[in-house]
């Protein structure tokens, strides 16, 4: 998600922060769209949208599915904006909410 990534290439900052491959993610029901940050998703939603460096995921805002680019505190959304998470749980309870974006206030 940083414009230099610590993930290796080949492998996507997954669930939890873990570097994990694509091909590991897919069978466990992620999703992932080739969209880039901006454009509009050809699958509907989708954990995963972007390249390496520019990731984000693919959400619905005011009918239009676009690759939204991943933010991870509010302090990263403009004027306006909120800040939206994909909740995972933890296996010690509890949530995972690493995996956000900003989307327009009072949608």
Not at 57 to 62: P, S, V, W
Not at 74 to 81: K, N
Not at 89 to 98: A, F
């Amino acid at each position: 998600m940083a414009a230099v990534p610590g993930c290796p290439t080949g492998t996507v900052c997954g669930v939890h922060g873990l570097c994990i491959e694509q091909s590991v993610l897919e069978p466990l029901g992620f999703a992932f769209d080739p969209a880039l940050i901006g454009e509009t998703c050809s699958n509907g939603y989708a954990e995963f949208c972007g390249t390496v460096g520019a990731r984000g995921a693919c959400i619905t805002l005011n009918g239009q599915t676009k690759c939204q680019p991943y933010k991870r505190a509010r302090s990263e959304c403009g004027p306006g904006e909120e800040l939206g998470f994909i909740n995972y749980p933890l296996s010690g309870g509890g949530y995972d909410r690493t995996t956000g974006w900003c989307y327009p206030d009072g949608l």
